[in-house]
Structure formats: structure tokens, C-alpha cells
């Protein structure tokens, strides 16, 4: 069974920056892809960015040009890098994960508190 961990949220003025981790803990064998999600208050989960074992990278338009998705070179780790963070990027934002291990599933962390606030 696999497990995911986040960690890195907290609170930054609006410009700020921060990085999020994530990393994948247990028995697995591979990771096929590695995403983030957020979810605002009142609001439904949204996707922002997703990066595959094959180093394909895709981001929500939202996003694109401040937040940077990567892997680091054994493939258990994910990180999302977010830069010129404005107040809408407020949100809890979840790790997720397609894991194969004794079959393949998606997997999700719990989630961490990102706040953009002055």
C-alpha cells in the first residue's frame, strides 16, 4: 500500500513564492504520474499541473508561467515551485498520484494549507 505526503504550505504575502513536496511512501513499483490539485474555500477541486514519469508537463492556465511542476531523478518525490503567488492561489492543495503496485490506483495526500495574504 502507498501513501502520499505533502508538506511545504503556509502563508506568503502576494509576489511571495513557495514550494510544495510530495512523496510517495511504502510498497509500490512505480509511479506513472505525479499532479497537483487545489481547492478553494466554496469552491470545487480544480487540477494545476500535472508531470508523468516520461517528463511530460502540462499546467492549468491559470497557473502557467508562475507554478513549476517537477520529479526529483528517483521518481518518489514530486515538487510544485510557486512563484508570483497571488491571493487566488489560496487553497488546499493536494498531491495525487497513479501508483502501480499490487494493481494501479490513484492515490491522493491530505493536503496542504497554501494562503496568499498581505
Known amino acids: 500500500q502507498a501513501q502520499l505526503v505533502e508538506s511545504g504550505g503556509g502563508l506568503v504575502q502576494p509576489g511571495g513564492s513557495l514550494r510544495l513536496s510530495c512523496t510517495a511512501s511504502?510498497?509500490?513499483?512505480?509511479?506513472?504520474?505525479m499532479a497537483w490539485y487545489r481547492q478553494a474555500p466554496g469552491k470545487e477541486r480544480e487540477w494545476v499541473a500535472t508531470?508523468?514519469?516520461?517528463?511530460?508537463?502540462n499546467y492549468a492556465d491559470s497557473v502557467r508561467g508562475r507554478f513549476i511542476i517537477s520529479r526529483d531523478v528517483a521518481g518518489n518525490s514530486g515538487y510544485l515551485h510557486m512563484n508570483s503567488l497571488k491571493a487566488e492561489d489560496t487553497a488546499v492543495y493536494y498531491c495525487?498520484?497513479?501508483?502501480?503496485?499490487?494493481?494501479?490506483?490513484?492515490?491522493w495526500g491530505q493536503g496542504t494549507q497554501v494562503t496568499v495574504s498581505a
Open positions: 508531470i508523468t514519469t516520461g517528463g511530460s508537463i
Open positions: 511504502g510498497s509500490f513499483r512505480s509511479i506513472n504520474y
Open positions: 495525487n498520484a497513479e501508483i502501480k503496485a499490487w494493481a494501479t490506483q490513484v492515490y
